[in-house]
């Protein structure tokens, strides 16, 4: 049973407009979240976390948004540029202090 | 070294045999995961080594995987009698303290082929 959820494989994107990536849990317990990018033949790369205190978390054109409610968070990626290309993982955090990470969605920002 | 180093970067071995995989981790880094992305998937949690704890092995998917931790320092993965679905990227990563905040440093991975 995937406790991360990430049910867009895939999302395109114009060049300058904003990208959203979803990601969807379902352990309350969870404490951080984070958002990694990955390109092909390299690890994960960290690009930006929220505290499950918190609702926002901005990094220059990086915003994480995370909606406890609904067990909910997303990435806003704006402007989109070419270079953002990549796979981008969600993942979690709780008391076990291991990531548990989503299947991934592949953006593709067209020039 | 600056980052987390794996090697090998690229490994091919025949169904049955053995194979380890060895991570470098950050120095000072206390905490050291395992985990797997097979081919269009996500990544996959294997073991998580903290300090001088024992490890959390929740995350093995059989009794043929095991990793160990040298001095707290370098770990190596060990896959007895590889088997074809044992084809992944094996990616490490470190971080200086088990905390949510982002401090995960990932390695490049190594890419294992079964056949």
């Known amino acids: 049973d995937q406790q991360v959820k990430q049910n867009s494989p895939s999302l395109s994107v114009q060049e300058g407009r904003i990208s959203i990536l979803n990601c969807d849990y379902t352990n309350s317990m969870f404490d951080y979240f984070l958002w990694y990018k990955k390109y092909p033949a390299e690890g994960p790369t960290f690009l930006i976390s929220?505290?499950?205190?918190?609702d926002k978390n901005e990094d220059g054109r990086f915003t994480v948004f995370l909606n406890k409610s609904a067990k909910h968070l997303s990435l806003h990626i704006v402007p989109s540029q070419p270079g953002d290309s990549a796979v981008y993982f969600c993942?979690?955090?709780?008391?076990?202090?291991?990531?548990?990470f989503g299947s991934g969605t592949q953006l593709t920002v067209l020039p | 070294g600056a980052g987390v180093s794996q090697s090998p970067s690229n490994k091919v071995t025949e169904k049955g045999k053995d194979v380890e995989l060895r991570c470098d981790p950050i120095s000072g880094h206390t905490a050291l995961y395992w985990y797997r992305q097979s081919l269009g998937q996500g990544l996959e949690f294997l073991i998580y080594?903290?300090?001088?704890?024992?490890?959390?092995k929740s995350g093995l998917p059989s009794d043929r995987f095991s990793a160990e931790r040298t001095g707290g320092s370098v770990s190596t993965l060990t896959i007895q009698r590889t088997q074809q679905e044992d084809s992944a990227v094996y990616l490490c990563?470190?971080?200086?303290?088990?905390?949510?905040?982002?401090?995960?440093?990932f390695g490049s991975g190594t890419r294992l082929t079964v056949v």
């Open positions: 080594f903290q300090g001088n704890s024992a490890p959390d």
């Open positions: 993942a979690a955090v709780g008391s076990a202090r291991q990531l548990t």
């Open positions: 990563a470190s971080s200086l303290a088990p905390t949510g905040g982002g401090s995960y440093t």
């Open positions: 929220i505290s499950s205190i918190k």
